[in-house]
């Protein structure tokens, strides 16, 4: 499953998303878009996940939260 994660803090890094996801199941790849000019994130993400049933878990429990 590739979930998008938006409204990320622009000081969020892959890591630290990683860590976060992988509470709720195994996570293949974290993408931290970033811009070509700035270097900085452009504040979302996609993150895959291996389960589907984690993926949608995920994405119920973090809804909302930072």
Do not use: C, H, P, W
């Amino acid at each position: 499953m590739n979930i998008y994660v938006g409204n990320l803090n622009y000081r969020v890094k892959e890591g630290d998303l990683q860590q976060v996801m992988e509470d709720y199941g195994a996570v293949s790849s974290v993408k931290v878009v970033m811009d070509r000019e700035t270097g900085r994130s452009k504040g979302f993400a996609f993150v895959e996940m291996t389960n589907d049933a984690e993926g949608q878990k995920a994405i119920d429990e973090l809804n909302g939260d930072e």
